[in-house]
């Protein structure tokens, strides 16, 4: 697999993170819920990574006209602000 090493801003989030997160607050707010859904459940540990490709996996079910557009690399920067 060839993926693009990150570059980091000064705060530890890669660069353009949180211009990212502004436009798809939406993302974030699917992720919360599931998140608080599976802390219901007892669990005190989950993979972000399982929360985001269920996301995508949702998304990808409801609009299949088009490639997903959900390239979340590193998930589990989300945990900070949960």
Same mark, same amino acid.
């Given at each position: 697999m060839n993926q693009?090493? *990150?570059?980091f801003e000064d705060d530890g989030y890669p660069v353009g993170f949180w211009l990212w997160l502004r436009q798809n607050?939406?993302?974030? $707010?699917?992720?919360?819920h599931l998140a608080f859904q599976m802390a219901l459940t007892g669990r005190t540990r989950y993979s972000a990574r399982t929360?985001?490709?269920g996301i995508r996996w949702k998304t990808d079910l409801s !609009?299949?006209? /088009?490639? $997903?557009? *959900?390239t979340i690399t590193t998930? /589990?920067?989300? *945990? !900070?602000?949960?």
């Amino acid at each position: 697999m060839n993926q693009a090493a *990150l570059q980091f801003e000064d705060d530890g989030y890669p660069v353009g993170f949180w211009l990212w997160l502004r436009q798809n607050e939406h993302i974030y $707010s699917a992720f919360k819920h599931l998140a608080f859904q599976m802390a219901l459940t007892g669990r005190t540990r989950y993979s972000a990574r399982t929360i985001v490709e269920g996301i995508r996996w949702k998304t990808d079910l409801s !609009d299949t006209a /088009r490639p $997903s557009k *959900l390239t979340i690399t590193t998930p /589990r920067e989300w *945990l !900070d602000f949960s």
